[in-house]
Nanobody, 124 residues
Framework: QVQLVESGGGLVQAGGSLRLSCAASGHTFSTYAMGWFRQAPGKERGFVAGINWTPGSTYYADSVKGRFTISRDNAKDTVFLQMNSLKPEDTGVYYC?????????????????WGQGTQVTVSS
């Protein structure tokens, strides 16, 4: 089994920054593609960013390009999401997801493992 635990969410003013972390256990972390998704109240869970299991391949939703950065530390079995210039529309529950091997797709149905989520609230 794969366990994912997110942390780092909170309340921040517009223009501020947060860094989310997702600690993984129970599998060979370096061979998994990882993704971050978010879900706002009344909306579907949507792709935010992804990183392949091979270093250097990252993907972003258009709405966060240039503001968010996804990275991973395979030695610590952790993936990060650095969020800068936050906007009220970034508010939601942020989920970390893992997929065995390959690319990090935008479709959440392609991920087999999920964390419990961490709340991010951006005030205007």
């Amino acid at each position: 089994q794969v366990q994912l635990v997110e942390s780092g969410g909170g309340l921040v003013q517009a223009g501020g920054s947060l860094r989310l972390s997702c600690a993984a256990s129970g599998h060979t972390f370096s061979t998994y593609a990882m993704g971050w998704f978010r879900q706002a109240p009344g909306k579907e869970r949507g792709f935010v960013a992804g990183i392949n299991w091979t270093p250097g391949s990252t993907y972003y939703a258009d709405s966060v390009k240039g503001r968010f950065t996804i990275s991973r530390d395979n030695a610590k079995d952790t993936v990060f999401l650095q969020m800068n210039s936050l906007k009220p529309e970034d508010t939601g529950v942020y989920y970390c997801a893992a997929r065995a091997g390959g690319r990090a797709p935008e479709n959440p149905a392609h991920y087999g493992y999920w964390g419990q989520g961490t709340q991010v609230t951006v005030s205007s």
